[in-house]
Nanobody, 124 residues
Framework: QVRLVESGGGSVQTGGSLRLSCAAS????????MGWFRQAPGKEREGVAH????????YYPSSVKGRFTIFHDNAKNTVYLQMNSLKPEDTAMYYC?????????????????WGQGTQVTVSS
């Protein structure tokens, strides 16, 4: 059974930082994609960071590029999202996701498994 356990959410002020973690288990993909998405109330879920565990290639949308960093610990099969210079518009539920594609995934449809989410709130 695939399990994605997220942690690290919380409340910070504008300009602050948070690091999210997602420990993944229960599957046997070798090189695959992992990512972080977020969803604010009334908005669609959007991807904010993606990584290919094989080569470490990453992709970020322009809304977070330069502020967010995704990285993966192969030994722990844990993916992290370091978020700096946080803004109120970053407030959302953040979800970790795993896909079986052997490249950097970007779209929601490319991911097979999802975590339960962790809340991030940025106050002004």
């Amino acid at each position: 059974q695939v399990r994605l356990v997220e942690s690290g959410g919380g409340s910070v002020q504008t300009g602050g930082s948070l690091r999210l973690s997602c420990a993944a288990s229960g599957y046997s993909y070798s090189n695959h994609c992992m990512g972080w998405f977020r969803q604010a109330p009334g908005k669609e879920r959007e991807g904010v960071a993606h990584i290919h565990t094989g080569g470490g290639s990453t992709y970020y949308p322009s809304s977070v590029k330069g502020r967010f960093t995704i990285f993966h610990d192969n030994a722990k099969n844990t993916v992290y999202l370091q978020m700096n210079s946080l803004k109120p518009e970053d407030t959302a539920m953040y979800y970790c996701a795993v896909g079986d594609r052997d490249y950097v995934c970007r779209g929601i449809d490319e991911y097979n498994y999802w975590g339960q989410g962790t809340q991030v709130t940025v106050s002004s």
